[in-house]
T-cell receptor
Framework: AQRVTQPEKLLSVFKGAPVELKCNYS??????LFWYVQYSRQRLQLLLR??SRESIKGFTADLNKGETSFHLKKPFAQEEDSAMYYC????????????FGAGTILRVKS | NAGVTQTPKFQVLKTGQSMTLQCAQD?????MYWYRQDPGMGLRLIYY???????DKGEVPNGYNVSRLNKREFSLRLESAAPSQTSVYFC??????????FGPGTRLTVT
């Protein structure tokens, strides 16, 4: 059973438009959720984690336990946001490991 | 600091050939990981090593073996490559389990 679902393979938006990258998960217990990002020709890196409740590069993500979702949002997309985004889950069941979703390519058009 | 390094960057193998992917980190991390990245499948964990001297299977370990040579190095071996192992392979390391630092990847094609 897929534990982290990112329903969109590709999300294409215009510069200045709002962005929402969807992530749903299935996990019994208290998971930790993260977003990782891979920009073109760069390494995969941690963008944000739900516990920190930070805004990184204008992105925020709220953990909704009722809907088991952790969507990544940004009010105004920029061209430099174009990248591959992965949602990931960690929990006691998985020990020191992360479980990644399939990823969503975000393309911001000018 | 180089962070996480991987060699080679690209490799083409024929079915049945063997090879070892090398990974090293200079961040003094205890944990190291091998993933494969396939379109539509995301990143899937092959093997991981929580500390020097220990290794454990991940989600897709069949056809692979690993060696945690020392704290710095974690290698992935394909004993008899198959076309299904065509993928991009990433090594990662971490101190905290959730903040993993990734290498640049190895693009492997098996014909």
């Amino acid at each position: 059973a897929q534990r982290v679902t990112q329903p969109e393979k590709l999300l294409s938006v215009f510069k200045g438009a709002p962005v929402e990258l969807k992530c749903n998960y299935s996990y019994s217990g208290s998971p930790e959720l993260f977003w990782y990002v891979q920009y073109s020709r760069q390494r995969l890196q941690l963008l944000l984690r739900h516990i920190s409740r930070e805004s990184i590069k204008g992105f925020t993500a709220d953990l909704n336990k009722g809907e088991t979702s952790f969507h990544l949002k940004k009010p105004f997309a920029q061209e430099e946001d174009s990248a591959m985004y992965y949602c990931a889950l960690s929990g006691r069941e998985y020990g020191n490991k992360l479980v990644f979703g399939a990823g969503t390519i975000l393309r911001v058009k000018s | 600091n180089a962070g996480v390094t991987q060699t080679p960057k690209f490799q083409v193998l024929k079915t049945g050939q063997s090879m070892t992917l090398q990974c090293a980190q200079d961040m003094n991390h205890n944990s190291m990981y091998w993933y494969r990245q396939d379109p539509g499948m995301g990143l899937r964990l092959i093997y991981y090593s929580a500390s020097e001297g220990t290794t454990d299977k991940g989600e897709v370990p069949n056809g692979y073996n690993v060696s945690r040579l020392n704290k710095r190095e974690f290698s992935l071996r394909l004993e008899s490559a198959a076309p299904s192992q065509t993928s991009v392979y990433f090594c990662a390391s971490s101190y905290l389990s959730y903040e993993q630092y990734f290498g640049p990847g190895t693009r492997l094609t098996v014909t």
